[in-house]
């Protein structure tokens, strides 16, 4: 379902063994030489959400390749396949160089205000993941925060790319669904995203 211009959601995309495997991954991932922690904003602001990067740490609104000396793990070839599979399956060219993965992990309190994805270089498509508790999810429009906007849920298994005009549109979290997730797929609490990105 194109949401937006450019901006495709295909609920229920990775089966639930995928989505299984992924979660383990995440867990692997999280657990690795740049442990998933609460970014700070460069104001001093903390984000509820917990995140983990691979292929080019976010740190304080720029990316960098270590981080306080500590090399960033790359993006593994299974979630460059999974972008490819993805960008494929909604009709945008699979012409696209994953260079970060950022994984961000939503307790039953945490949310995502809006904001714009501003950071890469690239206008190629974001693909997003959803794994876990369901979410409302605020997608906007490219001018501000505000109003118009539409909610939608994500589920988990849910694939969302946001490409063209809606690469800058403002989005958010607004809520998760605490106990909506699947229970065979090892997270039996909270919501992850993953988002995989080209940077340029
Ligand atoms: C629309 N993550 O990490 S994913 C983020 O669910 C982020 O964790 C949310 O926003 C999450 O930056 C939303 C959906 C998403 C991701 C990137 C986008 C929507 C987007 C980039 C441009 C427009
Ligand atoms: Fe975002």
Same mark, same amino acid.
């Given at each position: ?10 609920? *229920?995309?990775?089966?639930? =063994?995928?989505?299984? $495997? ?22 001093? +602001? ?8 691979? +292929?080019? @740490?976010? &740190?304080?609104?720029?990316? !960098?390749?270590?981080?306080? %000396?500590?090399? !960033?793990?790359?993006?593994?070839? @299974? ?11 909604? %009709?945008?060219?699979? *012409? ?6 950022? !994984?961000?992990?939503? =307790? =039953?309190?945490?949310?995502? #205000?809006?904001?714009?994805?501003? $950071? @890469? ?18 997608? +906007? /429009? ?8 539409? &909610? ?5 298994? =849910? ?12 989005? #958010?979290? !607004? ?5 909506? #997730?699947?229970?065979?797929? $090892? ?5 992850? /995203? ?7």
């Amino acid at each position: 379902t194109e949401v937006a211009p450019g901006a495709v959601h295909v609920p *229920d995309w990775l089966p639930r =063994d995928a989505q299984r $495997d992924l979660v383990r991954a995440c867990r692997r991932w999280a657990t690795g030489p740049i442990p998933m922690r609460h970014q700070v904003l460069p104001g001093g +602001g903390v984000m509820s959400v917990k995140s983990v990067c691979l +292929g080019w @740490e976010w &740190d304080a609104y720029t990316y !960098v390749r270590e981080l306080r %000396g500590v090399p !960033v793990p790359p993006v593994p070839p @299974e979630l460059r396949a999974l972008a490819t599979r993805a960008l494929a399956e909604v %009709g945008y060219t699979p *012409d696209f160089d994953a260079e970060i993965a950022l !994984v961000n992990f939503y =307790d =039953d309190a945490a949310r995502m #205000g809006m904001h714009q994805d501003r $950071d @890469e270089e690239s206008r190629a498509p974001v693909v997003s993941i959803s794994l876990g508790d369901s979410c409302r999810f605020r997608f +906007g /429009n490219t001018e501000h925060r505000g109003q118009p906007y539409t &909610d939608l849920t994500l589920e988990s298994g =849910d694939l969302f790319v946001f490409g063209g005009p809606s690469r800058l549109a403002y989005h #958010g979290v !607004v809520r998760t669904f605490p106990g909506t #997730g699947p229970t065979d797929i $090892d997270l039996p609490r909270g919501r992850l /995203n993953i988002t995989i990105r080209e940077k340029g």
